[in-house]
């Protein structure tokens, strides 16, 4: 059973950073794409960040200069490093990964980790 579990939030200040981290485990015969998902209390959930199995990634224009992802392909981990974190950046975030456990890929979430910023 493949299971992605997610830690690093927490409160934090406006203009601090965050790094979360989201590791996958269990039956893993590969993982592809992964990302990082953020829904804000009365809003839908959003793309924050994507990266490729090959290295690629993209971003949410609100997050672009200030968030990084990267990935240990080792470690089936997957990361986002979070600078000069704004008030409007609270959310949950959530990590997902397209991972081949069996015959053909599926895409798992993570059960999300809380992100505050605020004085």
């Known amino acids: 059973q493949v299971q992605l579990v997610e830690s690093g939030g927490g409160l934090v200040q406006p203009g601090g950073s965050l790094r979360l981290s989201c590791a996958a485990s269990?039956?893993?015969?590969?993982?592809?794409?992964m990302g990082w998902y953020r829904q804000a209390p009365g809003k839908e959930r959003e793309l924050v960040a994507g990266?490729?199995?090959?290295?690629?990634?993209n971003y949410a224009d609100s997050v672009k200069g200030r968030f990084t992802i990267s990935r240990d392909n080792a470690k089936n981990t997957v990361y986002l490093q979070m600078n000069s974190l704004k008030p409007e950046d609270t959310a949950v975030y959530y990590c997902?990964?397209?991972?081949?456990?069996?015959?053909?890929?599926?895409?798992?979430w993570g059960q999300g980790t809380q992100v505050t910023v605020s004085s």
């Open positions: 990266i490729t199995g090959a290295g690629r990634t």
């Open positions: 997902n990964a397209d991972i081949r456990a069996s015959g053909y890929y599926s895409r798992y």
């Open positions: 269990g039956s893993i015969f590969s993982i592809n794409a």
